[in-house]
């Protein structure tokens, strides 16, 4: 098998590492061409674990372009918000590699933490690598890697849902929740709403979205239902769990993901930035 073919076949979950690290399936693709230029320029036949290489290379680019992302993130217009993975129709290959999908609830909560930490929490807490193997993608020692996985173990737990949904809970809810945005039941709404959501909605500055989150069941469950009428919405698979995807009544085209906790939706990203939908 040649070098390109080995990069084929692990192409998937090399995405996977960079998108989990930035957040952005975009730059995740530029540290994929990235690796395999510089894959070009060695001599592969001496590089003795292959996955090894491109997983350090992957890593230590990915950690590069995530350093001058958070620069151009602190003026970004509004909330910023990842790239989803979006699919209707899930092919061979893409539910091969399901049980690595990193849900945007999840990469929100990177987004708050160092580099080095996300990097090590993704590569060990995600993808399972071992601290030895993590410690040589990142350049540090195996103690370095094990208390910035753990640092950010800490922060991702402090955050997760305590009774997150299975996917058939999580479509029964989304289903009631738009039910009940498309016919304006507030009641309805609040009925699934949690008493503390946030709904964030991340438009660029290239579309209308609100420039902060909205906070609590009252506030969200009308701005639901402002948006609700007249929308056009349909059930998708989004990071590896139930969303929404469609067009609201202005017409742009938005990609809904949920966070549920304890039967109840705590957490709303609606990603409008024509940008990050192509």
Not at 14 to 43: F, K, M, N, P, T
Not at 53 to 70: G, Q
Not at 181 to 191: I, S
Not at 210 to 236: D, H, Q, S, Y
Request: glycine share 8%; net charge negative; no cysteine.
């Amino acid at each position: 098998m040649t070098s390109a073919d080995r990069f084929e076949a692990l192409r998937p979950r090399l995405l996977r590492i960079a998108y989990g690290q930035l957040g952005s399936l975009a730059e995740a693709e530029d540290v994929l061409q990235d690796a395999w230029l510089r894959l070009q320029r060695v001599d592969a036949d001496q590089v003795r674990d292959l996955e090894a290489w491109l997983i350090t290379t992957v890593s230590r680019l990915a950690l590069d372009a995530l350093k001058s992302a958070r620069v151009r993130r602190e003026a970004y217009v509004g909330p910023w918000l990842p790239e989803p993975i979006v699919s209707a129709d899930p092919g061979p290959e893409e539910v091969a590699v399901r049980g690595e999908d990193v849900s945007l609830a999840l990469l929100v909560v990177l987004e708050s933490l160092s580099a080095p930490e996300r990097a090590a929490f993704v590569l060990h807490d995600v993808f399972g690598y071992s601290f030895n193997e993590v410690a040589s993608a990142l350049g540090v020692s195996s103690g370095a890697a094990r208390q910035q996985a753990s640092r950010a173990r800490k922060a991702v737990e402090a955050r997760r849902p305590r009774f997150p949904a299975t996917p058939a809970q999580q479509r029964e809810i989304i289903h009631a929740f738009t039910s009940a945005a498309q016919e304006g039941d507030m009641d309805a709404l609040l009925g699934v709403l949690h008493p503390d959501v946030v709904l964030t909605s991340d438009g660029g500055g290239i579309v209308n979205a609100a420039r902060k989150p909205i906070e609590g069941a009252e506030r969200v469950a009308k701005a639901i239902t402002a948006l609700g009428r007249g929308a056009e919405m349909e059930l998708v698979d989004i990071n590896g769990l139930p969303g929404l995807a469609g067009h609201g009544r202005d017409g742009i085209h938005s990609v809904v993901s949920f966070t549920v906790d304890a039967g109840r939706i705590t957490r709303i990203d609606f990603q409008r930035n024509p940008e990050k939908l192509r």
